[in-house]
């Protein structure tokens, strides 16, 4: 999305030429434009193309040269921007930092937060905008948004090296301060060993049900010298738990030449080989549908006799 060549070309009317100006309203009431904002427009071919990370994207460019001098996109729209995941759909207004607004102010598109420091940001900016740089983006996602959303985030963030454990563990707030309950919960799901986002909406999930400490990327090696590698490991529960999504079984690059129910296949073999194992009390399997409601997941537990 912020490649120059995948980037939709938006459509401004301005004042210094109305004929321009009205043929941009004819077409969106035709419906071949999308309004962004009053009298800035996207085809609407090309918005119907986009995920909403695109699309907020999209509206973040469109509101750029509007935006007060000094401000800076800020919280989630800074994170979309450094490229980190979000969990659900990406939202419809746009969030900057403006050091002229005594509190927070939500218009149309555009939330805008209050700072009483001048904001730390990255050394590119977008559209001409500063963004604030990771460190700061992540403390203001984890105090304004779910702590699934804002640990997922954060975990690709520590995958890609963008962000330290350390820092962040000095800049979030610390109990009884605002926010620090929500803060100590998110980096308790924190780990750069996740792979994956499947990985990192897992771990926090354990978190938010209460689970004891679990040990990310675990090899069990087999009497045969073999070795195979969980997800999860929960020494005090005797509990694997794999995140098994459904690319596994239909992406060609992880295929790598297989047929998918010769993966599965593969997989009970494997599961069989762990559930052997004298410390492996059971194997539990979650899918994206047992994470998108934490219910499912603790059922999922309980069907397997842990009782949380």
Known sequence: MNSPAQRPLLLRATTA????????????TAGTLVRLLAGVYISTDDWERLDTVGRHLVRARAVAPRLRQGSVFSHLSAALIHGWPVIGDAPDRVHVIDRAVPVIQHRAGLIRHPSDRVPCT????????PVTCTLDTA???IATEPAHVAAVALDAALRAGTLALPDLQQAVPLRPARGS???????????????????SFTAIRFVELGLPPCEPQVEFRHPDGSTDRVDFWFPSLGVVVEFDGRQKYVDPTMLDGRAPGDVLWAEKRREDRLRSLPAVRTVIRVTWWHLVELDRLRALFRAHGIQI
Request: zero cysteines.
């Open 181 to 199: 309950v929500r803060a100590e919960a998110v980096l308790a799901g924190l780990d750069a060993r996740h792979e994956s986002v499947g990985e």
């Open 17 to 28: 030429d109305p004929s321009h100006a009205r043929l941009l309203q004819r077409r969106h």
């Open 139 to 141: 403390v203001a996602v």
């Open 122 to 129: 990255r050394a590119r900016p977008f559209e001409g905008v």
